[in-house]
């Protein structure tokens, strides 16, 4: 029986090496240096419509239990853009907080007047229906810290399994030691 957990303490570091180098390899892809950044292509991208999108959201509750909700809603912002003579949409989600009726009115109006505006789009240069409105510099769906997680696991394994196979030797001469005292 004591064979059998220290066979044990000894597989399961060697089976989590394994799987940390399996997880890296599935991570990286095979783009070892390539670290997933993609670099975005930009074009103009026009706004065709705007609509809007009132939510309930739960905030907090108060100390009686009963429901604080807050109203809020998103002005919605419809574009669309042309690569290649193949025509893409994308939206905007603007999120707000509803105050009152006055202000929530006002500001639908005021995104009327984007229509037939223009912004400018990111989008992937392989799958053009990706796209983003923030920056042109983008990470795959395999993220550097993908493959630092499995470094990671990688090296605290390496440096595990000769703590537990010192830490294995070490009991079993106590134990011999031991056993040879109670004789």
Known sequence: MKKGKSVFSLIWPIALIIIALYLFLLFKGGKAFDFGRVEYKETAATCESVGHEITRSQIDRSME???????QYYIIYNYSYEV?????????????????YQSYQRDIEESQ??????????????DPSEYSFSSKNFKESVSETNWVVG?????????????????????????????RFRK
């Open 151 to 179: 470094v990671i696991v990688v090296l605290c394994s390496v440096i595990l399994l000769p703590w537990i196979i010192f830490m294995g030797v070490i009991r079993s001469v106590l134990r011999k030691r031991a056993d």
């Open 113 to 126: 007047e984007w229509i037939g505006t223009t912004k400018t789009v990111y989008y992937h240069p392989e």
């Open 65 to 71: 239990g009963r429901p604080n909700d807050k109203d």
């Open 84 to 100: 290649d003579g193949i025509t893409y949409h994308a939206s905007d989600r603007n999120h707000r907080e509803f105050q009152d």
